[in-house]
Nanobody
């Protein structure tokens, strides 16, 4: 079981990026996949999550209306479309899932830097 996060980069404020979380070794369709981010501090904060049913979607308040999480089951990939980026969105972004009810897996992280 692996998660591979990609798509980060350097953008100006107001710009857009699309992050990808490619799953391998299991079908992500049946699992909730979340995106977290870690800024200068030690804690990873939840950003968005999509449940096994696409109707179950969560966003933290600071990204509502700007970020969109979606999944492509044929590609076994979950996406995070980020628009209207702000300098405070600068962080390393990680995707995460809990497999078989107890095994936690994290992608390796992808850096997003938003310049003002």
């Amino acid at each position: 079981v692996q998660l591979q996060a990609s798509g980060g980069g350097l953008v100006q404020a107001g710009g857009s990026l699309r992050l990808s979380c490619a799953a391998s070794g299991f079908s992500s369709e049946g699992y909730a996949i979340g995106w977290y981010r870690q800024g200068p501090g030690p804690e990873r904060m939840g950003v968005a999550c999509i449940g096994s049913s696409d109707g179950d979607i969560y966003y933290t308040d600071s990204v509502k209306g700007r970020f969109t999480i979606s999944r492509n089951n044929a590609e076994n990939t979950v996406y995070l479309e980020m628009n209207g980026l702000k300098p405070e969105d600068t962080a390393v972004y990680y995707c995460h899932t809990t497999y078989a009810g107890r095994y936690e897996y994290w992608g390796q992280g992808t850096q997003v830097t938003v310049s003002s």
